[in-house]
C-alpha cells in the first residue's frame, strides 16, 4: 500500500514536483522517497504528468457549486488531485472517477478508500454511464492530449452527454472544466464551468455551441477565477 499520509501536504508536493522544476521533485522525492514515485509513475520521472493546482477551487462560485453538489463525475482522476479538493469542500460527496492510466486507479483505490468514491480504470470517452444520478462533473483532460482540439471537443461532448442525462434536474447539473493553461488565465463559464485558455484550445463560439446542443442553456457569465 502506497501510504501518503497527510493528503494535504502530499498534493501540495505533487504540484510543485509536476510544475517540472528539479527543486519541486527534490522536495517530493525527500518527502517520499524515490520509490513512491518510481511506483506510481514506473521509474521514471515525473513525465507530461501535471496535478491541478488547488488555487483552481479557491473561486467562491465554484466552491459553491461542490458544496450543494452530491453526485460527481470525474473523468480523468489521475492521483487524485481533484477528488481530494472535492472532499475537502464536500466530505460527503460521492464520487465516481475514471482513470486511464492503472497505476493511477491502483494509487486512487489504495488512498481514497471511502464506499462513496467509485474507481473505474479505463478510457472515459468509451464509459457507459447514461444511467446515473450526477449533478456535477469535474474534469480535467489529460495533458499529452492537449494540441488535439478533437480531443478536447470529445471529453467535453462526453461529459455533457453523460450529466444531461442524468435522472438529476437540469436546475441543479453543473460542470467544472479544465484544460491545460497556456496563458494562466482560467476562467469560469455559466453553470460552474471552469476554463483555461478557453480561446486557445476551445474557441468560445464553439464551447458555447456545444454547451446550448447538449445541455439545452447557454453558459451565463464568465469571471475570473484566479
Not at 494509487?107 to 474507481?119: A, G, S, Y
Not at 478557453?198 to 442553456?217: D, W
Request: net charge positive.
Amino acid at each position: 500500500v502506497l501510504d501518503i499520509g497527510d493528503k494535504s501536504e502530499f498534493y501540495k508536493l505533487l504540484d510543485e514536483a509536476s510544475k517540472g522544476t528539479s527543486r519541486g521533485q527534490k522536495k517530493f522525492v525527500d518527502k517520499y522517497g524515490r520509490d513512491l514515485m518510481e511506483a506510481v509513475f514506473g521509474g521514471q520521472n515525473f513525465g507530461d504528468f501535471y496535478s491541478t493546482p488547488e488555487k483552481c477551487f479557491d473561486d467562491k462560485s465554484i466552491q459553491k457549486v461542490i458544496k450543494d453538489g452530491s453526485n460527481f463525475l470525474e473523468g480523468s482522476a489521475g492521483l487524485g488531485s481533484l477528488l481530494f479538493n472535492i472532499l475537502k469542500t464536500n466530505p460527503k460527496a460521492r464520487i465516481t472517477a475514471v482513470e486511464f492510466n492503472k497505476k493511477f486507479a491502483s494509487f486512487l483505490e489504495e488512498n481514497f478508500d471511502n464506499k462513496n468514491i467509485n474507481v473505474i480504470h479505463g478510457d472515459f470517452l468509451k464509459q457507459d454511464l447514461q444511467d446515473n444520478n450526477f449533478d456535477v462533473a469535474v474534469l480535467n483532460p489529460p495533458f499529452s492530449n492537449g494540441g488535439d482540439k478533437q480531443f478536447y471537443f470529445d471529453f467535453l461532448f462526453k461529459a455533457l452527454s453523460i450529466l444531461a442525462s442524468s435522472r438529476a434536474g437540469n436546475f441543479m447539473k453543473d460542470m467544472i472544466f479544465i484544460s491545460p493553461s497556456i496563458s494562466n488565465k482560467p476562467t469560469k463559464i455559466g453553470d460552474g464551468i471552469l476554463l483555461e485558455n478557453i480561446v486557445g484550445k476551445l474557441s468560445k463560439k464553439k464551447f458555447e455551441t456545444i454547451y446550448e446542443m447538449v445541455m439545452g442553456k447557454k453558459p451565463s457569465k464568465f469571471v475570473k477565477a484566479y
